[in-house]
């Protein structure tokens, strides 16, 4: 009797014990494009704050070995307590907080390759991006994955890079790199990493923008073998995530206002479900209270250093101008128009633009300080003139409104001119009527120009840009801004520049 209750017990025992072995929860934190707003109430009060989010990660670990923090880019570079020092200010926080690894956006290389390597260098996680080489060669500027093992289980995580990023930072801070096409770069991961891993995810900047070429969409679609793809660049809130075929798809948004929380229920080595949600401030708050301590005691050093050169008064506003993304990226706007009134301004120049994708936040009423227009303009360009052709000026919004109804960082605000399109025509033929300062385009003409040094070098692909002949070079941004709102004030930005001549359906995705 009491071998036979001995052995049942054995059996029920081991039974028992297999089935919490097979029990196995992965959790996936995931950020992207946090474009370094990291403090709590950054971005007009609605970023959750990096110690926050830090702070709750890690008690999940705590209580949950099988969880990862990945950050899918655009996360170094963005606002001036970090970009006043070429992001290394950056470095000690992103360390203490506990990202497992990371991926590169596009504005993460806007103090150029060479510092961005540094960076990761000084970081204690990886930097993946299989698709960055070196120009004209197969050498990786950073890893392309990292094997996690959790609990026994093995998690690959390979990094993609969005080729956009050639022409989506300055294109002077790449000229060493080539940026590789990521569905095949995906496939050869693919083929590493899926025999010897249980979970496959792919940590990528490429975003789900109709503009774009590579998205995590086609991603999905043109592979097999990927579990999960943290995504970034479009600043898309993914509430539930996308599914497409067997791939789940996640993304968090933009600046810190939510926090992506993806779980793989895997019953031994087989995953049997895969969800998704965004955590807003209160529900991150709800796993921990209580921020990181010691990484605000990091911050609280850099934010002392900086603050007295920011909190400058430079410039008056008489009025709040928004900058919110989607406006400026498909219309036109006030405070691009104001903008490219301050370098025609400064520049003395028939014509000038502003992309829109130039205008990362609103200009405030009243006073106006450094840290304002440093986070307007984060990307310490500078105004350039140039001779350019009517054909030129043309080609030049046809590309502008190319893209239209998606959302596009080169829709140009426009000074000196007005002109017409229609977004119902087949691309390159939307343009209609062109006037230059009340004028009817001459399309044999010479014009002068002002625009900043990203565009000037080709940015968001305005090749016919790229080779004009230079006029001149002219200051900053941020100091020429804020010497028109000093000198000339907030005169006739009102928008009715550009008229859209038939209205299409915009996508719900944006």
Request: charged residues 25%; contains cysteine.
């Amino acid at each position: 009797m009491f071998k036979k209750f001995f052995g049942a017990l054995i059996v029920s025992l081991m039974i028992f014990g297999s089935t919490i072995c097979a029990a196995a929860e992965l959790v996936i934190f995931h950020t992207n494009d946090m474009h370094s707003r990291i403090q709590k109430g950054d971005d007009g009060g609605n970023s959750i704050g990096l110690a926050e989010i830090s702070a709750a990660v890690k008690t999940t670990k705590k209580n949950n070995p099988m969880t990862l923090w990945l950050d899918a880019g655009d996360t170094v570079h963005g606002m001036p307590i970090i970009n006043l020092s070429d992001g290394k200010n950056i470095v000690p926080l992103l360390n203490e907080a506990g990202i497992d690894a990371m991926t590169t956006g596009n504005h993460d290389y806007n103090y150029g390759s060479k510092q961005l390597e540094k960076l990761a260098k000084s970081l204690k996680f990886p930097v993946l991006a299989a698709n960055v080489v070196r120009k004209g060669t197969d050498k990786n500027l950073f890893k392309s994955y990292k094997i996690f093992t959790r609990n026994g289980i093995k998690i690959g995580v390979f990094g993609l890079a969005t080729p956009e990023t050639a022409y989506k930072t300055s294109p002077v801070n790449v000229t060493t790199v080539d940026f590789l096409n990521p569905v095949d770069k995906a496939r050869e991961m693919i083929k590493i990493l899926r025999p010897k891993c249980d979970v496959v995810i792919a940590l990528v900047h490429l975003g789900v923008d109709a503009s774009s070429e590579f998205t995590s969409e086609r991603l999905a679609r043109e592979t097999d073998g990927i579990d999960l793809i943290v995504d970034g660049h479009s600043h898309t809130a993914l509430y539930e995530g996308t599914r497409i075929k067997d791939t789940l798809i996640v993304q968090s948004g933009c600046y810190e206002h939510f926090l992506g929380r993806a779980t793989i229920e895997l019953d031994g080595n087989k995953i049997i479900s895969k969800k998704a949600e965004l955590l807003d401030a209160d529900a991150v708050k709800s796993i921990n209270p209580t921020p990181d301590e010691k990484l605000l005691a990091k911050l609280d050093v850099f934010k002392k250093e900086t603050d007295k050169i920011l909190d400058e008064v430079v410039a008056h506003s008489d009025k709040r101008l928004s900058g919110e993304r989607l406006l400026v990226r498909r219309n036109e706007s006030e405070l691009g128009n104001l903008t490219a009134d301050a370098y025609r301004w400064a520049a003395k120049t028939d014509i000038a633009i502003c992309g829109g994708g130039d205008l990362r936040t609103d200009l405030p009423e009243g006073d106006v300080t450094r840290r304002d227009i440093l986070a307007i303009f984060p990307f310490g360009n500078t105004i350039q003139t140039a001779e350019i052709s009517g054909a030129q000026i043309r080609e030049m919004l046809e590309h502008s409104v190319e893209f239209y109804p998606a959302s596009f960082g080169g829709f140009l605000n426009v000074s000196g001119m007005t002109f017409s399109y229609d977004p119902s025509k087949p691309p390159k033929h939307r343009v209609e009527e062109i006037l230059v300062n009340g004028q009817p385009l001459d399309e044999n003409k010479i014009y002068t120009i002002a625009m900043n040094d990203f565009l000037s070098s080709g940015g968001d692909d305005y090749t016919m840009l790229a080779n004009l002949k230079p006029v001149g070079n002219f200051g900053s941004y941020e100091d020429i801004f804020a010497k028109y709102l000093n000198e000339v004030g907030m005169k006739n930005y009102e928008i009715g520049r550009i008229t859209r001549l038939v209205e299409v359906p915009i996508p719900d995705a944006q």
